[in-house]
């Protein structure tokens, strides 16, 4: 069985994270996602501390490692120097690498993540690009996004853009040159293999759930892990 304290250990992200929490609850005070997710930053030092194989594993599996919004204001407050948001990234890398992302509501957001932002840098350039942002993913945007994404050549033409076009200019066309190179740099640093394992893992737990990951735009695994609140969050 894995070591899961051991293997977190050679991230040097967790050896600079982790020093000798005393359970002062300073991270918690500070934090902001502690004050809308049942979060509670001081509780991954503790456990982590602990050195239990079982609690580590059931952390790995939770939503709890996905509540964090990695502001790292826990590092700037410590006493003795921990920043459980570091904890928090080297935990989501292991969950993420080992299919653990996949056992709980939130973790499984990741391959909507890999869907949606991962292919949009891939393939246009873009973390996000208007036209792949689409109103039926937003509701809470209402009529407003409906009508801009159905007149956005027109309002970003308005606004000064260059939506799609050479040259210079917010959403401009990014050449077939540097979007070959973003592919490389994915490549080399091992980021489309890490894409993989995301969809490797999401398309097993699709298949348990009974749902299929194939249809275009959104699949019915997609949309299930898209809205899926878990249960423990206090927001609507």
């Known amino acids: 069985m894995i070591d899961y304290y051991e293997t977190l250990r050679k991230d040097i992200r967790f050896v600079e994270g ?3 929490c005393m359970n002062c ?3 918690s005070a500070i934090c902001p996602a502690a004050e809308f997710f049942p979060y509670d930053p001081k509780k991954i030092c503790n456990i982590l501390q602990t050195k239990d194989n079982q609690l580590i594993e059931e952390l790995l599996s939770s939503d709890y490692i996905w509540y964090c919004g990695q ?5 700037t407050r410590c006493p003795r120097g921990n920043t459980p948001g570091l904890l928090i990234s080297t935990l989501r890398t292991l969950s ?3 299919g653990l992302f996949t056992k ?3 973790g499984r957001q990741q391959y909507a993540i890999y869907k949606t932002v991962g292919e949009s840098i891939l393939t246009k350039g873009y973390c996000t690009h208007a036209e792949m942002i689409k109103p039926e993913l937003h509701p ?3 009529q407003v996004w409906e009508w801009y994404h159905s007149n956005l050549e027109e309002i970003i033409d308005r606004l000064g853009g260059n939506l799609n076009k050479p040259g210079s200019g917010a959403l401009r066309k990014i050449s077939d040159e540097s979007i070959a190179e973003v592919n490389r740099i994915f490549e080399v640093t091992g980021g489309k293999n890490f894409f993989d394992t995301i969809d490797q893992f999401s398309q097993q737990q699709a298949k ?14 997609f949309m299930k892990i898209y809205t899926e609140q878990d249960d423990n969050s206090n927001v609507e």
């Open 18 to 20: 982790l020093n000798a």
């Open 25 to 27: 609850g300073v991270c």
């Open 71 to 75: 502001c790292m204001s826990c590092k």
């Open 96 to 98: 993420q690498k080992l």
């Open 104 to 106: 709980s509501p939130k």
């Open 140 to 142: 809470e945007q209402g």
């Open 208 to 221: 348990e759930m009974g749902l299929e990951t194939d249809s275009e735009p959104f699949s019915s695994y």
